[in-house]
């Protein structure tokens, strides 16, 4: 009888642990960003002037960085394309753009600062301010190789750039942990001004068609042995580039569109 009283009163306990195991929540995420993102950019109407306005997007690497003891996490912001810009170099390796004011490149990367550690109660981290890119170039020669073998030198540009990002929101949740953001642009770029609304998404998968996109792998023993490794949620679609593969995206691949949800940020966030 002690045997018998002494194992139900175990089972009862054990069987408790599970019950209330199972009623534990789970952890918030912290506010972060899973770069790199393939950010669509959208001009607003009456809101561009040059060729910067024609752009379709670009490939954004974020960093977030939380200094100890610290409850206020930023986060450094940087177009592929202004880091090619940055990597141009001269037949010695050295970089041929520098701004004589930044030396360092310390205004390089956009810095924004999120407004809490922890998301809104449906996810959603918001960022408080950010510090905008801000490069000036001044004109000068670029050394290249020479048809002889030689040293040659070819004129260089001046160029002014400035990326300012506002109201940028990045989804952060067990289901989308920090897959998606989407913010304002304003872009200057010597004569060009323009205004985007931006949508970023990750993982960036290349596409020729929406079949490209579809996150269910053939289980028919058809050619497509893993799916596209999207979330379904985005009901992703290929967004086509009918001009070709975006100037920041080369010499990474070449493709004919990127997948993109199909359900806006505000709708996958609900």
């Not at 206020?72 to 394309?81: C, F, K, L, V, Y």
């Not at 506002?166 to 067990?174: F, G, W």
């Amino acid at each position: 009888m002690r045997f018998q009283r002494t194992f139900a009163f175990s089972t009862a306990m054990v069987a408790g642990a599970f019950v209330g195991a199972c009623a534990i929540p789970q952890p918030t995420f912290e506010c972060n960003a899973l770069a790199p993102f393939w950010a669509s950019y959208e001009i607003q109407s009456g809101a561009g002037t040059g060729t910067c306005s024609e752009l379709p997007g670009d490939l954004i690497n974020m960093q977030r960085y939380l200094l100890p003891g610290s409850m206020e996490p930023t986060i450094g912001i940087m177009p592929r394309r202004l880091g090619r810009l940055r990597l141009t170099t001269n037949l010695d390796g050295t970089y041929a753009y520098v701004d004589p004011t930044d030396p360092q490149y310390a205004k390089e990367a956009a810095i924004g600062t999120f407004s809490s550690l922890l998301p809104d109660k449906v996810g959603v981290c918001t960022m408080s301010s950010i510090a905008p890119t801000d490069q000036n170039y001044p004109a000068g020669v670029i050394t290249v190789e020479g048809e002889d073998g030689g040293v040659a030198e070819e004129p260089l540009d001046a160029l002014a750039i400035k990326y300012e990002w506002s109201n940028m929101k990045i989804l952060s949740t067990a289901q989308y942990p920090g897959t998606l953001f989407v913010a304002d642009l304003h872009l200057k770029e010597n004569d060009c001004d323009a205004t985007f609304k931006v949508y970023g998404i990750h993982p960036l998968v290349p596409c020729d068609s929406d079949i490209d996109c579809d996150p269910s792998p053939d289980t028919d023993g058809g050619p497509r042995t893993i799916g596209s490794g999207m979330s379904a949620d985005y009901a992703p679609r290929c967004k086509l580039y009918p001009d070709g593969t975006p100037e920041s995206m080369k010499g990474i691949r070449d493709y004919a569109g990127i997948c993109f949800p199909t359900k806006g940020f505000d709708e996958l966030a609900k």
